[in-house]
């Protein structure tokens, strides 16, 4: 099953925020890796959703020079982001 799901940006940032605070290193296999693969998808996410603003921020500057720095950013930011 693979649907998606729409929730507001800040409960994405505040389950992030929460998962990276609990320690799961006392529980037996499975759950660790769960809650890795569960942090990741999450983080990778986020990156994600920062990217396309980085890109928003390229289209709506208003003047060439704040252009050229959007897009630097931009490309920064999009080599910072592993293909998953």
Known sequence: MSENVKIPLS????????????????????????????LSAFRHKRQRLDLRQSYANIIFTKDEDARFNARMKYLRDKQNIPDA
């Open 11 to 38: 409960l994405l940032n505040q389950t992030i925020d929460l998962l990276e605070c609990i320690d799961v290193s006392s529980y037996d296999f499975p759950i660790p890796l769960e809650y890795d693969a569960v």
